[in-house]
């Protein structure tokens, strides 16, 4: 047992340091004394811990000596331990709140006005430095992602950067061991942190396809002598894209993927005298609108982007090749839904493996969630006799995808576009993914569609604890909902998307939910709410389009509780889960487990 106490002060007390020098006109960065060439990549994995050692001994594989996360979370000391273990570094993520919906999500903060949400970041950023800044893997923090961008006015722009600054100055007097960066999109933020931060050690610059060539010339332009990472990198993104003839961004071929990393980490980034390297993104499995552009891995199958990051880092050749769509079109004209129509294609593998062949397609217009799905298409056929695909109930343009799966779990993708006519998708108010039954909003805190963003009454006595592990009905956690005080009122919202109160799109087409049902019970019998879904009424540009709730009180007992709904106009349900109460005399405690519309 001594051994042991021992062994752990003896991790506590070996933290690496990093520093950041200049010589010969060249920045370098440096771990314990000895130079240190960010080959990264960011890491999308923070939650799937059981496979930790699989994606870290897989990183190794690849030549990945640092991974990038964006924030923290209750996974970071798994994740940061595991990394030491494999002699990986990590760039430990602060978040910071957009001032617009943008790229990445739909939040929105008011950075002139909102100074307890300002403080709440602070809070953050200063537990974040002082929890981690001993452990070895950390090689630096990383502050903030693309705020600059998605804001609109300079006066918020500047209230971010002192706020950035003062976060800045509090970590380096707690931790001088290791260099602050703070990430930005291209180079929107170099006037402000020049002027406004120069607590930054170095500039974390985001950057995709030939650009990140030109980030040193940008810098230099401005007279600026610091050194910069490219956080993330990988072929030219869709914001730069040019529209088809049906108005869809051209994705680029798997090849040009490929060479946008194997070739532009040596064309674009390591030869550059201020740049200490790069992350590139996104070592992660979806399938959804960006994986197929950016990601390594596609339904957990090797993208050739997996194989680019290797080539880069390593110099070696993929294993094995990824197959090759050589030719991919649709007929030159519109068709009604439902319409069978021929696909030509034309697949080649090196390896002249078996391919299995699939086809998707995705929708580029409607809310966030919509856009972002890549849903299976009915199709028949073989690679000798054609195939053919159905095309979906949907109405204008859509992305088409062929998937070509080898043996090697090697996964190629080539995409094309088409019009579709159909008038029942033309006739849809809110275009917002259509959804599967049962559709569950909580089961075991698992990839939850609504969050619960939406406080009201006297929030500030009022917690959510989406992980509680003491009072379930079923699986391992259920929702705790805690009110200290002792009189008010108080509501919580879940809801989709975070944050937002009816003014941005979003939400979840149900229709065909006959059902609205929950678990539920509270600490102590006699507790009256009023508990349901729908919140945003019609004021507002994008409300529920149905909102049902019962008043029901609630027993020490689990006991559950269903809603009729069958006749409910469930095609744009925002806020998927209700709660109302009021207190009178004693604080209140509420568990809610199994909420599904069915």
């Not at 300002?118 to 002082?130: G, L």
């Not at 966030?368 to 979906?392: A, M, S, V, Y």
């Amino acid at each position: 047992m001594r051994l042991f106490y021992v062994l752990v002060l003896v991790s506590y007390l070996s933290f690496s340091q990093t520093t950041v020098e200049k010589i010969d006109g060249n920045w370098i960065l440096k771990v314990d004394g000895k130079p240190f060439d960010i080959k990264g990549a960011t890491f999308g994995y923070d939650n799937d811990v059981e496979n930790y050692d699989a994606y870290f001994k897989d990183l190794k594989f690849l030549g990945v000596n640092t991974i990038r996360t964006w924030a923290t979370g209750k996974n970071t000391p798994q994740l940061l331990d595991i990394a030491e273990q494999y002699g990986i570094k990590v760039m430990v993520g602060i978040w910071m709140r957009h001032g617009r919906p943008g790229m990445e999500d739909d939040d929105h903060f008011d950075y002139l006005t909102d100074t307890e949400g300002m403080e709440v970041m602070y809070k953050n950023a200063v537990e974040t430095v002082e929890r981690y800044k001993s452990h070895p893997a950390v090689l630096t923090w990383g502050i903030g992602n693309e705020v600059y961008l998605n804001m609109a006015t300079d006066e918020e722009k500047l209230s971010y950067s002192k706020l950035l600054e003062r976060i800045c100055t509090k970590i380096k007097a707690l931790d001088p061991d290791h260099p602050i960066t703070s990430v930005e999109a291209w180079t929107f933020g170099l006037e402000w942190w020049e002027k406004y931060v120069p607590s930054i050690d170095i500039y974390g610059l985001n950057s995709y396809g030939p650009g990140a060539g030109f980030l040193q010339e940008e810098l230099d332009k401005r007279n600026i002598d610091k050194p910069y990472i490219i956080t993330e990198f990988g072929v030219t993104g869709e914001w730069d894209a040019q529209a088809d003839k049906n108005g869809v961004k051209i994705e680029p071929s798997d090849t040009e993927k490929y060479d946008a990393i194997a070739k532009g980490y040596k064309e674009w980034i390591s030869n550059k005298p201020s740049c200490l390297g790069v992350y590139v993104f996104h070592y992660c499995s979806l399938n959804n609108f960006m994986s197929p552009w950016l990601f390594t891995h596609v339904n957990y199958l090797r993208r050739p982007q997996y194989w680019a990051i290797r080539e880069a880092f390593t110099g070696k050749k993929p294993e094995n090749n990824v197959p090759i769509i050589e030719a991919f079109t649709l007929p030159d004209s519109k068709h009604n839904s439902g319409t069978w129509i021929p696909v030509n294609l034309k697949v080649s593998d090196t390896e002249n493996e078996k391919l299995d062949i699939s086809f998707y397609y995705n929708q580029r217009t409607g809310s966030r969630k919509r856009r972002d799905q890549i849903n299976p298409l009915n199709f028949r056929g073989d690679l000798n006799k054609g195939f053919e695909i159905e095309l979906p109930k949907e109405h204008g343009a859509i992305k088409v995808y062929a998937y070509a799966k080898d043996s090697f779990n090697n996964l190629g993708i080539a995409s094309t576009s088409i019009m579709v006519e159909d008038k029942d998708a033309k006739a849809k108010k809110y275009l917002v993914p259509k959804v599967e039954l049962p559709f569950y909003v909580y089961k075991d805190n698992e990839g939850l569609p609504y969050l619960p963003s939406g406080y009201m009454g006297n929030y500030k006595a009022l917690s959510v604890d989406l992980n509680n592990r003491k009072e379930v009905h079923s699986g391992e956690t259920a929702i705790k909902i805690n009110y200290s005080d002792e009189s008010g009122w108080y509501g919580i919202a879940f809801v989709n998307p975070a944050n937002d109160w009816g003014d941005i799109l979003g939400g979840y087409d149900i229709s065909g939910a006959k059902t609205f049902s929950f678990w539920a019970k509270s600490k102590f019998s006699g507790v009256v709410v009023k508990l349901g879904f729908g919140l945003i009424d019609e004021d507002k540009p994008f409300p529920d389009t149905a909102i049902k709730a019962e008043e029901i009180t609630l027993t020490s007992e689990w006991k559950k509780y269903s809603i009729k709904i069958k006749k409910a106009d469930l095609s744009c349900i925002r806020s998927g889960l209700v709660l109302f109460a009021n207190s009178y005399g004693y604080p209140q405690t509420i568990y809610i487990d199994e909420v599904v519309f069915e």
